[in-house]
T-cell receptor, first 107, second 116 residues
Framework: SELTQPPSVSVSPGQTAGITCSGD??????AYWYQQRPGQAPVLVIY???ERPSGIPERFSGSSSGTTVTLTISGVQAEDEADYYC???????????FGGGTKLTVL | VQLLDSGGGLVQPGGSLRLSCAAS????????MSWVRQAPGKGLEWVSS???????YYADSVKGRFTISRDNSKNTMYLQMNSLRAEDTALYYC????WGSGFDIWGQGTMVTVSS
């Protein structure tokens, strides 16, 4: 079972960025999103497809449809430039899965 | 809430290493814990998880070579890594695991290099 993300997404400051993640497991399992800035540990930004942890700006949101989930960043800021990873579980729940990561570039 | 990874280093192929993850700021015994690694310039890869009831899970790539454990009296999780291979070279992160809420707290990572 795999999760597939686009390698890169580019957006201008103030615009909206969408990062997709596709995989069969997503039809039945929750998705999570992590932000990783260069040289830093990952940070959880979305859990259970659409929930935002405390301290995460409101411009980060998540959505789900069938086997695809999407992380949307509205009003992108320069500080949002980072790698973003989706994560879920396989159908059995025994294995955790990560997408390959998407590099968000703020032009 | 903090996780402090340690124990990484340089080891020869076929060698062993034990990583530690010291937790503070939350009730350690109530939560599952996990290890996630990142090879240089690559993405995140889940390695292993251990529930609060001591049930363990492993990625196929490490099954039979790595062992996850925890000592709730010391608020510490461990990863015993045996028969290490070059492809195990990575930054290893420990992560507090909240089923249904993801890997919500991460350590700073400890580097493991397998090379002769």
């Amino acid at each position: 079972s795999e999760l597939t993300q686009p390698p890169s997404v580019s957006v201008s400051p103030g615009q909206t960025a969408g990062i997709t993640c596709s995989g069969d497991a997503l039809a039945k399992q929750d998705a999570y999103w992590y932000q990783q800035r260069p040289g830093q540990a990952p940070v959880l930004v979305i859990y259970r497809d659409t929930e935002r942890p405390s301290g995460i700006p409101e411009r980060f949101s998540g959505s789900s449809s069938g086997t695809t989930v999407t992380l949307t960043i509205s009003g992108v800021q320069a500080e949002d430039e980072a790698d973003y990873y989706c994560q879920s579980e396989d159908i059995s729940g025994a294995y955790q899965l990560f997408g390959g990561g998407t590099k968000l570039t703020v032009l | 809430v903090q996780l402090l990874d340690s124990g990484g280093g340089l080891v020869q192929p076929g060698g062993s290493l034990r990583l530690s993850c010291a937790a503070s700021g939350f009730t350690f015994s109530n939560y599952a814990m996990s290890w996630v690694r990142q090879a240089p310039g690559k993405g995140l890869e889940w390695v292993s998880s251990m529930t609060s009831a001591d049930v363990t899970y492993y990625a196929d790539s490490v099954k039979g070579r790595f062992t996850i454990s925890r000592d709730n009296s010391k608020n510490t999780m461990y990863l015993q890594m045996n028969s290490l291979r070059a492809e195990d070279t990575a930054l290893y992160y420990c992560a507090k695991t909240n089923w249904g809420s993801g890997f919500d707290i991460w350590g700073q990572g400890t580097m493991v290099t397998v090379s002769s």
